[in-house]
């Protein structure tokens, strides 16, 4: 190639994908490549922590690491151009004149930080490629300011913690969710004495079945009945799915991640167990896929092993309902003219009215009560 159409050729652009609906920003954690490095097509260039998973960006073209735009650590938005991949001597950008002082580059993300915070980015030294101003500078901007030259605070030691990565991300999404939906919580408690007598039986038998994994299966086959809360609602628009794609919310230290158990109520229980169980493994490792924790079509979150009764859990966008599972608790019940000590649960839903009326929702309730009560055909 000749160096006129060297000049004329642009470098291939390697901009940060959006991986599912949810996500809107991402954050650098590690080059694979380096400036000058020569790369093969769907090679791994960078590594990003997105939404609530960590994944590689792929190299789009082969050819050389002409440039790399965003540094280490720091976090833009979905669709920024990351790196240019193309051959030596091709155009990358237009140079400045040299009468111009460089302007100092800030991302969105320092800027709405710099907002939050009340920082004066004129102040912040920026520690990005050629000077430009991340998040992290705002933040360390902002914690190294004396305390007099941000008003009088409290004499007694306090922590700050950045509202970054994964926290920053459930942050946004539930309260999109709350502010964007007409969230009604409907609750019953459901005879699970069955339930858990089966559960025991299996676990006797040697298998890892859990009574999480006995709920999953019975919400699964109650979602197969009653289609209206297997959906989702997006720009106006209803989608009922045929495929029961099952969100299964995982605690982590520092947040909550929601992988799906795809076609749920096809699994048999042995199979959706072991499928719990490695999802669940790998959210924890942060080895899960960006595909294992997106496209989820109803969501389960489960806060009875922490004691809880009942709770109002969020619902997870674009999903239009989710089911909480409190703890189980030996109730009394009148048994003829005796009374009989029975283990209850109390499942609470939340639907989102613009979508699912309340007596669709209290029907679906009661399907389960009743799949829940009697469990034999779970094992199927």
Known sequence: MTKASLDNHMATEVRLPQWSMGMDEGQVVMWHKQVGDVVAVDEPLVEIEAEKTTDDVLAPVAGTILEILVAEGETVPALTVLALIGEP????????PASSPPKVQITPVARRAAKELGVDLAAVTGTGPGGRITE??????ATDTPSDAVGDRASSPTATVPLTGMRKAIASRMHDSIQ??????LTRQMDAT???GLQQSLKAEGTGVAVTDLVLKAVAIALNRHPALNATLEDDVITLHAQVDLGVAVALEDGLIVPVVRDAAAR???ELSAEVRDLAEKVRTNSAKPTEVSGSTFTVTNLGAYGIDEFTPIINPPEVAILGVGRATEVPTRDG?????????????????????GVPAALFLQTLAEIIADPAALDD
Do not use: C, K
Not at 180 to 185: G, V
Not at 350 to 357: E, K, P, Q, W
């Open 268 to 270: 048999r229980l042995p």
């Open 89 to 96: 001597g091709e155009a990358v950008a237009s140079p400045a």
């Open 194 to 196: 069955e339930l858990i």
């Open 337 to 357: 003219n005796d009374v009989a000590w029975r283990q209850m649960i109390t499942f609470s839903l939340t639907i989102d009215h613009r979508a699912v009326d």
């Open 136 to 141: 992290y500078d705002v933040h360390s901007h």
């Open 180 to 185: 964007s939906m007409a969230q009604l919580t």
